[in-house]
Nanobody, 117 residues
Framework: QLQLVESGGGLVQAGVSLILSCATS????????MGWYRQAPGKQRELVAT?????????NYAASVKGRFTIARDNAKNMVFLQMNSLNPDDTAVYYC?????????WGQGTQVTVSS
């Protein structure tokens, strides 16, 4: 059973930085991509950032976080990270780690990020 466990969320003030981490079980073999999604209250889950697995990764960022957030991976440790800078209240959401394996999406339980103004 593939598992993903997020950590690093919390309550922060606007303007500060936060790093989210995601540890996954199992081999990275057959993984297409990993990434982060978020869901704010009353809204649909949305893509934040994704990174493909391979020697030349492709990055994809939501327009709202481009230039502020950075996704990174550690294939050897089966981990993915999200560096979040210049946080603002609109970033408040539950952040979910995602792993795509052979076209299927697997999710973590989520970690809450709350940004106060």
């Amino acid at each position: 059973q593939l598992q993903l466990v997020e950590s690093g969320g919390g309550l922060v003030q606007a303007g500060v930085s936060l790093i989210l981490s995601c540890a996954t079980s199992g081999s990275i073999f057959s993984t297409n991509a990993m990434g982060w999604y978020r869901q704010a209250p009353g809204k649909q889950r949305e893509l934040v950032a994704t990174i493909t697995i391979g020697s030349s990764p492709n990055y994809n960022y939501a327009a709202s976080v481009k230039g502020r957030f950075t996704i990174a991976r550690d294939n050897a440790k089966n981990m993915v990270f999200l560096q979040m800078n210049s946080l603002n209240p609109d970033d408040t959401a539950v952040y979910y780690c995602m792993r795509q394996v052979r076209g299927l999406f697997y999710w973590g339980q989520g970690t809450q990020v709350t940004v106060s103004s």
